[in-house]
């Protein structure tokens, strides 16, 4: 194995160390000329680094510092050395550590790479590569990139399919920018006592829009609802659990802190009749002035939910009326009878159910 271009351009490199799957001189030629020739300054993270290849490869071509992660001894010895005969030292960090230890130490840091390769072996399982990979975007600079080498046949799916993915013979490599880190989260916030068909249908579509949905359950001091905010949550949960992208939380105080929290720079509501608009409005704009970043958007209700609502659903079910057409049908029962027993059997019922 050779360094193939840049100042330790021809150079050779030291024997493979046993275990250690390298990158080899024609992947690596081809995915340095797909990542532009040359570069000026800047610093790159060599993941599981092996050899240290990669990160040497990107040093002799221009970039500033490299920082090579790898575990085991005598591939960082390997690393110390190849550092060496390519006459890199000085602007090597080797880091002989566990590649989520030393992320942890990254992230607190606060350090950032311009280029960051992560070419783990083919044994570690995918929902690690996944969750090692997740953590990345925090570690990019502005422009910055992150390239995965992987085998033929993958069996994980990264970050939902983003990236371009190449193959080099039985290998792909795929390369993520920046904005591929990116989630895009929205808060569907409410007191959802109980949560209706209506919000149910609010949900799903912004699910549809949003990579993640967090639904915020209010404690609502003020309301004071029927039903804690635990069990309104239960009930909740219950009726999406066939929306992958959705989690629901207990939100006990301010709904743009609640966003921020989560990373969440929208807050979808439904909006039903004119009726609804003057409060909303009211509602979108104390939280613009809470927090600017935080933007309101409004998903419009079906015609055939315009005149839903939590309130109409509570009094109708006290008079022992017929709900069905109003609640998810998961959660009917709990409902009938939530509002018509003892507040105290309802939080038993729904504590029991929800285990169930
Ligand atoms: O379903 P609802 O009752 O209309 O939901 C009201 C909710 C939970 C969205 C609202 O009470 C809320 O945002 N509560 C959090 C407290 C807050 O941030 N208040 C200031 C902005 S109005």
Redesign the pocket.
Known sequence: MRIISGSARGTRLAAVPPGVRPTSDRVRESLFNALGQFFDGGSVLDLYAGTGALGIEALSRGFGRATFVEKDGRAAAAIRENVRRTGVEDRAEIRRENVERALERLLEYGNTYNLIFMDPPYRIAPTEVEGVLSRLGALLAPGGRVVVERGDAPEEVLLGEKGVTRRYGGTLVTVFDRSDFMMNVAVC?????PITVGHLDVIRRAAGVFDHVVV???A?R??NPRLSPESRVALVEKVVADLGNVSVEV?D??????ARERGARVIV?GLRAVSDFN?EF??AQ??QT?DPEVETMFIMASAKHSFLS?SAVREIASYGGDVSEFVPREILHTVIASYAGSQADTERRIKTESKG
């Open positions: 916030p409410g007191s959802f006592d915020a359950v209010g609502n003020v309301k939100m105080g301010l709904l743009v802190e609640f509501k409060s009211e509602q104390l939280n809470l939590s």
